[in-house]
């Protein structure tokens, strides 16, 4: 078990450019989640996976956010015309099926994003 | 929409035992989750409630109610090493999207 991958650590970038994550699950997790987090508050949920299907997309996401999981397995979360409210600590997490608040999921470190 | 409320801030002493509460208001409610995070670190799983009552695992155990939607953390035996945030997650159907609290930040003093 080699734990949640995430690339880059760290992103600094200017305002307007496009930047991509990348996340790596557990190997044997199904499921993948990504989250925002700033300062002094939790993970804000902003969508999830279930193998390559994506369920679920938070209201909260402009359509300058997508992500991808093309095989079920790694994934990305991109980032189009970043903005500086866009700056934040971006967490990915996997987990096993069964019941969703029951199955821990395992985070990443994350990849803090900072914008010029 | 869904909120919750966590106490911001809570401390006391190694050895002792400490509750940190979490109130939640959602349209449906399926679950509650307990999240350690370190300064720095990821959020690691704690617990999780679905049922009226306490579920323990070792120093921390867990309480739900869900006629009060009302839910604590309890931590037992406090070490230094428990300094940390803890943060409540609301599920209010059986899938993936939860919904976190702001945290509280524990610190234990010697």
């Known amino acids: 078990d080699t734990g949640v991958s995430q690339n880059p650590r760290h992103k600094i970038t200017k305002r307007g450019q496009n930047v991509t994550f990348r996340c790596d699950p557990i190997?044997?997790?199904?499921?993948l989640y990504w989250y925002r987090q700033t300062l002094g508050q939790g993970p804000e949920f902003l969508t999830y996976?279930?193998?390559?299907?994506?369920?679920?997309k938070s209201r909260l996401l402009s359509d300058r956010f997508s992500a991808e999981r093309p095989k079920g397995s790694f994934s990305t979360l991109e980032i189009q015309r970043t903005e500086q409210g866009d700056s934040a600590m971006y967490l990915c997490?996997?987990?096993?099926?069964?019941?969703?608040?029951?199955?821990?999921?395992?985070f990443g470190d994350g990849t803090r994003l900072s914008i010029l | 929409g869904q909120s919750l409320e966590q106490p911001s801030e809570v401390t006391a002493v190694e050895g002792a035992i400490v509750q940190i509460n979490c109130t939640y208001q959602?349209?449906?409610?399926?679950?509650l989750s307990w999240y350690q995070q370190h300064d720095g670190g990821a959020p690691t799983f704690l617990s999780y409630?679905?049922?009226?009552g306490l579920e323990e695992t070792g120093r921390f155990s867990s309480f739900l109610s869900r006629s009060d939607s009302y839910g604590y953390l309890l931590l037992q035996e406090l070490q230094m090493k428990d300094s940390a945030s803890y943060f409540c997650?609301?599920?209010?159907?059986?899938?993936?999207?939860?919904?976190f609290g702001d945290g509280t930040t524990l610190t234990v003093k010697p």
């Open positions: 997490a996997s987990s096993l099926e069964g019941v969703y608040g029951n199955q821990p999921q395992h």
């Open positions: 190997s044997e997790h199904n499921r």
């Open positions: 996976f279930q193998n390559e299907a994506q369920l679920e």
């Open positions: 959602t349209s449906g409610f399926y679950g």
């Open positions: 409630n679905a049922l009226d």
């Open positions: 997650a609301v599920y209010n159907t059986n899938a993936g999207k939860s919904t």
